[in-house]
């Protein structure tokens, strides 16, 4: 926690914009060589930096700070903004990021079994990332992010780890309060629960989403994309309003859980930010070290694959196939989805992998405004079908909206509240989980929500997929099966030995249940 004097007084705080609280510390607070932090500005996030429902970068009289290009002395610079990630195995290896508001030397982690022990030193990788002005929107901004690589862990263990640089040594007097802990997989397969969710932002309800999280235990936590919305249109495009300064509130609006909690996102189109190469991506690569595909030398932050236990997670770039927002489309070549069929039958070989769940932005199925992606269903679904994926998440859709088993195109077998099903006999369940903190979405005219303590008669649903030429094609939902408006996240038990499954639970933001079913798997 920042010491009392630094930062800006909250009644001054609350009638400054974000650009004018950045040059109040810049200015004033650095020069007196107190604890400076840029996540320091992200105090005021839930009074006046942040809406009810969603923040909105780019709007009307706000500007981007102003470029953080001096030095500061490393014994003033606070690290913020702390975020994990498994490495390609999660037994042995973690990943953790960063933020400082300069530039500083010879970053490290030290890392532990202990709090009081932090023996190991690791050095850090510095990634400075610029922001180009744009006269009268915005003007520049230089950001740095940290990444420490921690291999050779032992499987199943809580280490502890501080974050520091030349000037900052976490273990001294007065930082060792920042010092965090993470735990790595098991060595082999046992219960363990995970939570997903897409559709963030920076808000009261993605901050309250973030603390459902951590009610759950997670071992770890899927984002499906649309991470921070600094890209407000999310059309992949130069012209699209752009904040970058919200990544600093992102990151300190989620350090509470992500310090601790590894957090394996994915690409939406919201993430693809055209600033930095063509692709958008630049600046998902400068903030997130994840597990690399094989597929793509210049690197694809939203396509990989690790495994936790007996299940095997594989997150997808619904951007390279989307027919709806087709900025990136075709945007690997079809590498992707070749590595896709490739690694899918790996996983379904191995012999301790009893399930399989990807996670990507796009909608294979809902009934909500995006509606469902006819790309997905064109490159991915075959796939899904053809090595018996047991369940998949999507976000785009900032609802919770679930399928019966899906088989085929069409109900393989009807999954109502609490009911089971087997992805071998009756197809794939999908999930729209995009309740994450953004402004909600609602559904078709006249359609119900129906969720668990509020089910209404099962009903088809009119809606649509996305052509390849941007054309709205009509069709009857008979699979909506759970739809539900409001803020919500999963949290999915994965029970392991001779009669595994994933018990799968929908949470509205209160706690309450509103959703759940068994994905099952005989041996």
């Not at 601790?260 to 997130?288: I, K």
């Not at 899918?344 to 399930?355: G, K, N, T, V």
């Not at 979405?441 to 119900?448: E, I, K, L, Q």
């Not at 309450?512 to 099952?520: K, Q, T, W």
Request: hydrophobic share 35%.
């Amino acid at each position: 926690m920042d010491t009392p004097d630094v930062g800006i007084p909250p009644r001054l705080a609350g009638r400054l914009s974000m650009a004018e609280q950045y040059e109040y510390l810049r200015t004033r607070v650095l020069p007196r060589r107190t604890l400076v932090s840029a996540g320091a500005v992200a105090g005021g996030l839930l009074t006046g930096c942040a809406t009810a429902s969603g923040a909105k970068p780019g709007a009307s009289g706000s500007r981007a700070p102003a470029s953080a290009t001096s030095r500061a002395p490393g014994s003033v610079v606070r690290p913020f903004g702390r975020h994990l990630a498994f490495g390609a195995d999660p037994r042995t290896q973690l990943r953790i990021s960063w933020q400082v508001p300069f530039a500083v030397k010879r970053p490290y982690v030290r890392v532990g079994l202990r709090p009081d022990d932090l023996g190991r030193r690791v050095a850090a990788e510095l990634r400075p990332l610029h922001t180009p002005g744009v006269p009268g929107v915005r003007q520049a901004l230089e950001q740095y992010y940290v990444h420490a690589a921690v291999d050779g862990l032992t499987p199943g263990t809580t280490y502890y780890y501080g974050v520091g640089h030349d000037g900052w040594e976490p273990t001294a007097a007065g930082h060792r309060a920042a010092i965090a802990s993470f735990r790595t997989a098991p060595a082999r397969g046992e219960r363990f629960v995970f939570t997903a969710f897409g559709d963030q932002g920076v808000s009261r309800a993605a901050h309250a989403n973030d603390d459902l999280v951590l009610r759950q235990k997670p071992a770890f936590h899927l984002h499906a994309g649309d991470i921070c919305y600094a890209d407000v249109n999310g059309t992949g495009h130069p012209t699209d309003g752009y904040d970058p300064a919200f990544w600093d509130l992102f990151l300190k609006q989620n350090e509470p859980v992500a310090r601790s909690v590894p957090w394996m996102v994915t690409t939406g189109n919201h993430d693809m930010e055209a600033w930095y190469s063509p692709d958008g991506y630049g600046g998902q690569l400068a903030r997130f070290s994840l597990p690399e595909t094989g597929f793509d030398p210049h690197g694809t932050p939203g396509a990989y694959a690790f495994t936790y236990g007996n299940t095997a997670f594989v997150a997808l770039d619904a951007n390279d196939v989307s027919y709806e927002i087709p900025a990136n489309l075709g945007r690997s070549g079809g590498r992707q989805t070749a590595w896709l069929d490739r690694k899918l039958r790996q996983l379904r070989a191995a012999e301790h992998i009893d399930f399989v769940v990807v996670f990507f932005h796009h909608c294979a199925y809902s009934t909500s405004q995006h509606a469902s992606d006819g790309g997905v269903r064109r490159e991915w679904l075959p796939l899904f079908a053809e090595h018996q994926v047991d369940l998949v998440i999507n976000g785009h859709n900032h609802v919770y909206e679930r399928t019966d088993a899906i088989r085929a195109g069409k109900v393989g077998r009807a999954v109502p509240v609490g009911g089971s099903t087997d992805p071998a006999r009756d197809g794939t369940v999908y999930v729209t989980a995009g309740g994450g903190g953004r402004d909600l979405y609602g559904f078709p005219s006249g359609v119900r929500d129906s969720y668990e303590g509020h089910l209404t008669r099962h009903e088809e649903v009119r809606t649509f997929a996305w052509t390849k030429g941007g054309e709205r094609a009509p069709e009857t939902a008979e699979w909506s099966r759970v739809r539900y408006t409001g803020f919500s996240l999963l949290s999915v038990e994965v029970r392991a030995g001779t009669s595994p499954r994933l018990a799968v639970s929908a949470l509205g933001q209160d706690g309450r249940r509103i959703d759940h079913f068994e994905v099952r798997r005989g041996r």
